[in-house]
């Protein structure tokens, strides 16, 4: 058999071994031969291999790019947005340059939050975390047993629902009612929001009278209007007490989770309030930019006793449904700063700087600008099932300045509380300061030195002076302030304080007294104030307030309060109510009139309290 020759690949002959031959000389023309052989078809191939590729390889000349078109339409109005778009950029960086620092600031600010605005929404709000629900008690029923007083419950329930029906049929979304005007209405602690303020406010009412078709309507009109993205600047104590403070208490009453969500978002909105230097919070806040100030006429840009002092009973229920610690921190704080200040004669005045964190003027008041601070010192103690004793030992102390310095009995025998004002007492009281008479009841049990009594029979001695108020004016309501000055007793002098706004807080004393006493001088007292603004109140669009209470024919303000819903027809409605109805051992009204239930604070530890100073 014989080998094929291998072409060598290096060109290097190989010689070919056949068997039985063997290679000498004589051999050698053949093999010469042989090779040229071989070069010949190496040298054939080659050429059939150049000729070949010359006219198969491909023409790249066929594969160059074809020039470019003209313009697309498309693509010519794309270049001109372009160029335009260019054109505005250099225009508005003209006119940037041209504006003031402030606007620059300003507009800065706007952009931030709306980025900030946007991410938040792109996430959706967070998942609040799961907390036990505290042990809630008597959210309904209450039924008096007898039939007159179930009578009269009733009338309060049909004039609850005259005011809801009315502000549902022609104030509807809007803050307030104008119920002659028959259209809506808002003031300033609003801003220019349209917030629908008193549904938020009417809700809990609504719910423990058993209206339940209305408090379902109120519950859809808050899951699909209530936003808080709105450029208003809105009073951060009125939306804390109302909003937040209602829709509290319409989750705990009801369980329905938009009012916990609906409140946690809101209070979001409130904290850059407390971004001043000492985290004393402004005033106000615009809810969009975060932006806050301080009204106008309070004493040299301060902010106000009542409005900073009146947030902890929410701020810990923030904290607790929404594991967040910044509510409770900030009360915190705010109660640590005035622990550490002076007091001019142990009181507290009305106004403080949140700039210097010093004291504005001296001007001390249980009425208003001052009211409400006593009262959340109070009830943040009630709150924490009586672990907060902090808050219970300021109390105190705060309650014997006033009285040894505002608390006097008249000429005639009646006690009031007057006004404090640079070291010298004003001997007037307020509409606004007859809530006190309840608050000395209400913290009665548990005063030092054993004087649950003395405080007892002091808030008797100011639910009667309350009730002279009223019974000494011609149509049996309460003016906005009365004297006790030069023969004249519990009456107002000047015009501008002759008017009731159909305000609660001398019904909120005969109930907390009713409640503590039994006394049915309190029921009765209660029943002359509803038959009253039944009379001379009720319109046919809804409830409005009275300019002079001494005059017959007394003209009208034209505005139905949100508190009349959440506050005036909630106290008369409980004073006819069974003591099982939102018994006071499980619940704490806030100062709106909005039940929050007691927190064990011996099985609750807060986020953020331990690291308390
Ligand atoms: C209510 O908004 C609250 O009671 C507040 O504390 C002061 N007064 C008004 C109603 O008079």
Redesign the pocket.
Known sequence: MTTPALLPLSGRRIPTLTPGVSSFPHHRATLRLSEKFILLLILSAFITLCFGAFFFLPDSSKHKRPPLPPLSLGLRSLRDKIRADHERALQEAKEKLRKSKDELKAEIQTEKTKVAEDLKKKDGPKPLPPVPMPKLVGVNDGDPGDPDTKEKRDKIREMMKHAWDSYRQYGWGHNELKPLAKKGHSTNIFGNSQMGATIVDALDTLYIMGLHDEFKDGQEWIEQNLDFSVNAEVSVF?VN??FIGGLLAAYYLSGQEVFKVKAVQLAEKLLPAFNTPTGIPWAMVNLKSGVGRNWGWASAGSSIL?EFG?LHMEFVHLTYLSGNPAYYEKVRHIRKLLAKMDRPNGLYPNYLNPRTGRWGQHHTSVGGLG??FYEYLLKAWLMSDKTDTEARKTYDDAIEAIERHLIRKSNGGLTFIGEWKNGHLERKMGH?TC?AGGMFALGADGSPDDKAGHYLQLGAEIAHTCHESYDRTVLKLGPEAFKFDSGLEAVAVRQNEKYYIL???VIETYWYMWRFTHDPKYRQWGWEATQAIDKYCRVSGGFSGVKDVYSSNPTYDDVQ?S?FLA?TLKYLYLLFSGDDLLPLENWVFN???HPLPVLHMANITLPGSQNQG
Request: negative net charge; hydrophobic residues 35%.
């Open positions: 009125e007490i109302r009542a009146t009211d409400s606004l809530f305000r609660p807080e309060q508190f506050e100062t709106e009139a």
